[in-house]
């Protein structure tokens, strides 16, 4: 998201509930806790609600522990749109933030699987075209939104690492990949049971700032690791655990919950 450490961003998008194919209602709640360096640096909830085809993602997130003393960023984020086969298709997306004093807001809608307007408050600054990589006609058709692009539909756990996902923030395109690392086992409240773990990939595609330092420490150097649970028997897999390898330090994001609610 503009103006937000992409580090951060990656590790927050990726600890989001995913969505049930099926068409009966069914809930999901997920509780979160970032931590850099051990320290507890924000917390999030996401709850989500999908029926008859159409899914609806609403979360929270805010600065926590020695954090909040010096940046005291506390947001909503929304999502919703309709899942077609085992793919998500958005069509509304919107983040409320603020930091200090400072307020802002991203609002994405979507049409016909595609970008259809961008609204950024307040509007980024003039960039200068010698080394800002612009966004060209064809980067923001079939993407997925920070929220919808980490959502997994699979046959199985195995099937879960080797995709490509194509994610846009409102700002950035970027291209996010998922390869197999390693199988596992996790219990916390809400699941215990099998997991998988994928290291992801960032590829930065356009909507970026070219030689600049974060991005090609992320797509060249971080190691980043998801791990996958399953959402009790709906074929989608969801974030559990994750690490984001950064120039200072890592970021860890951890489920404190992780459970289907009535």
Not at 203 to 217: C, F, Q, S
Not at 219 to 246: D, E, W
Request: charged share 20%; proline share 5%.
């Amino acid at each position: 998201m503009p103006r937000l450490s992409h580090a951060l961003v990656a590790a927050l998008a990726i600890a989001l509930p995913s969505a049930a194919s099926a068409a009966s209602p069914q809930s999901f709640k997920g509780e979160y806790t970032v931590s850099f360096l051990g320290l507890t640096i924000a917390r999030s909830t996401f709850s989500s609600h999908y029926e008859n085809g159409a899914y609806a993602i609403d979360g929270t997130v805010s600065a926590a522990g020695l954090a909040k003393l010096f940046d005291d960023t506390r947001g909503t984020v929304s999502s919703k749109g309709t899942i077609s086969g085992q793919k998500m298709v958005p069509q509304a997306f919107r983040a409320d933030y603020t930091s200090g004093k400072k307020v802002s807001a991203i609002d994405i809608r979507f049409a016909n699987g595609a970008v259809a307007s961008t609204q950024v408050i307040p509007a980024p600054g003039k960039r200068d075209p010698n080394d800002w990589v612009p966004i060209g006609a064809g980067d923001l058709a079939s993407v997925l939104d920070p929220m919808a692009a980490t959502v997994i539909h699979a046959d199985s756990l195995d099937q879960v690492c080797g995709r490509k996902v194509k994610f846009y923030d409102g700002e950035m395109r970027a291209d996010l990949t998922l390869t197999y690392d390693s199988k596992g086992m996790i219990s916390v409240p809400g699941y215990k049971g099998d997991t998988i773990t994928c290291r992801m990939g960032f590829e930065p595609v356009a909507g970026y700032r070219k030689g600049r330092k974060a991005l090609n420490y992320l797509r060249n150097k971080s190691r980043m690791m998801v791990t996958f649970a399953p959402l009790g028997q709906t074929g989608v897999y969801a974030p559990i655990h994750a690490t984001v390898g950064t120039q200072i330090g890592t970021l860890t994001i951890s489920a404190r919950r992780f459970e289907a609610v009535q």
